[in-house]
């Protein structure tokens, strides 16, 4: 079946450092891939999305592109700031019978320092 | 536009007690879903429901019912509650035709302690 595997957490960094968080998956098919955020006390929000290879997703400065060949859709952010500090998750669309759900990874708790 | 509503925010429960969570969304979506979101396990899907009378089993169903007699609501019912219900519940709705851009509306969550 399908799976979503991210880099484990926690992350913590200093502003403006560059972060990127890892994802990789597996699928039959051409899956949509997503990055969602939640962010303390709240539910889960989108943050970007990828819906074919070579796709680039970006929002709020973070980016996404999705590499069909490697099987990754990795997250980074060139300057992190303090109110990025959340939970962010891998999650995959299947392409076949199963695109009515959403496959989510362990998701990676990050946190900013000033 | 209040999105989706889940109600209690918070709950106690004894072992063997029953209880159910409301969710509701104004936003004509025909997919619900509640998933339970356990520390460091992400989350996992309980039940689904793709429109008004059909749910479905998704991967933690055992312990749990649910229901769909409108478009707008989507509860779910814990029946015998024990320890390992203890989670995070969230319930969460999709425009249909989002199969494409695949964005999930959830709530605010429903944090369940069962002692």
């Known amino acids: 079946g399908d799976s979503v595997t991210q880099m484990e957490g926690p992350v913590t960094l200093s502003e403006e450092a560059f972060l990127t968080i890892n994802c990789t998956y597996t699928?039959?098919?051409?899956?949509?891939l997503f990055w969602y955020v939640q962010y303390p006390g709240e539910g889960l929000q989108l943050l970007l999305k990828?819906?074919?290879?070579?796709d680039k997703g970006s929002n709020k400065g973070f980016e996404a592109t999705y590499r069909k060949e490697t099987t990754s859709f990795h997250l980074e952010k060139g300057s992190v700031q303090v109110s990025d500090s959340a939970v962010y998750f891998c999650a995959l669309r299947g392409s076949g019978g199963s695109n009515y759900k959403l496959t989510f990874g362990k998701g990676t708790l990050l946190t900013v320092n000033p | 536009n209040a999105g989706v509503t889940q109600t209690p925010k918070f709950r106690i429960l004894k072992i063997g007690q029953s209880m159910t969570l409301q969710c509701a969304q104004d936003?004509?979506?025909?997919?619900m879903y509640w998933y339970r979101q356990d520390p460091g396990m992400g989350l996992k899907l309980i039940y689904y429901?793709?429109?008004?009378?059909?749910?479905d089993k998704g991967e933690v169903p055992n312990g749990y019912n649910v229901s769909r007699s409108t478009t707008e609501d989507f509860p779910l019912r814990l029946e015998l509650a024990a320890p390992s219900q203890t989670s995070v519940y969230f319930c969460a709705s999709i425009r249909e035709g989002g199969r494409d851009t695949g964005e999930l509306f959830f709530g605010e969550g429903s944090r369940l302690t069962v002692l």
């Open positions: 429901s793709v429109g008004a009378g059909i749910t």
């Open positions: 936003m004509n979506h025909n997919y």
């Open positions: 990828a819906t074919k290879a070579d």
């Open positions: 699928a039959t098919g051409y899956p949509s």
